[in-house]
């Protein structure tokens, strides 16, 4: 069994530094690559910054923190849960936002104003910011434990239901609504070239790109895959927390050990979703990598000349 475990928490660290590296590229791209700066791309920055800051203190904390004091349940909170619901709560934005640009491409830019992005991602932030600072509400000022014990109860079911139950419910839902939107503009396309003549192939052509673009297509495939990642990865532990606050006894350590990995494993995805299924991420990526390739080969060609030079 140590030596399971101990291959799980080599496997964590791993994970860690993925997402954290993963995550980083992305916001770099967005913030210093003009043809990124879209409403659309700034939900993904939103999302990528959320997953890095768990990266950073979702791990290092769970393995380094053994003291009383690092096991206390509001710092615990207050360093680690709240970049949890900011994650959970920036994929539901970023859900909202792609369902709307689906479902309603024709009104999207006027619902989706800059005044109302920036609201959106102030939202996703400063509602998990609130419920993290609750604890320190009875935490400190409680009279009784059992007044402590209570709140807390309540607390941890709370955040249960609206971040974990809730978007696990509810986003699966909002993908089968999008996928059946891209279905039923798929067979309208088909039935009108079907009607169409052979003989205007280029008004088909015309017809085909503007009945559903590639980039709808893409972030069609893109939201669908991340919410397919958050559902597996968190599915897992909500239903370890429901045990660890209903159950007789706590869970073993090793489902721990999974449950954690499985979350850092969607901060860890979101990136590869990204430059696998979003069509300029991908330009852009491969941009960066060809202009480092670039970059080497004329350092090496310079380098070689210097050499024949000096001999």
Known sequence: MQGKEAFLVVLQWIINATAIVGNGLVIYLITFRQRLHSK???FVLSLAVADLFVGVTF?????ACKEEFCNQRHIHWLCVDVFLCTSVTNLCLLTVDRYIAIVKPLKYLTIMTQRRVVFGILAAWCI???TALLPLSWTYLAKSMAQRSTCWEVFIIGTLIVYGIIPCLLLP???VRILMIVRRCRLERCVVMAQLDFSYSEARSRIRRQSFPDQDISSTKLIVAIVI???ICYLFGVCVRIVAVFGQNQPPECIHIISSILILTNSTANPVAYGLLKKDFRRELLKTYRLNSSSSELALGA???SDFIGS
């Open 40 to 42: 659309a791309n700034w």
């Open 59 to 63: 791990l290092p904390y769970y393995r």
């Open 303 to 305: 380098r070689i000349n």
């Open 229 to 231: 990642l958050f559902f």
């Open 128 to 130: 998990p910011a609130a």
């Open 173 to 175: 839902l909002a993908i």
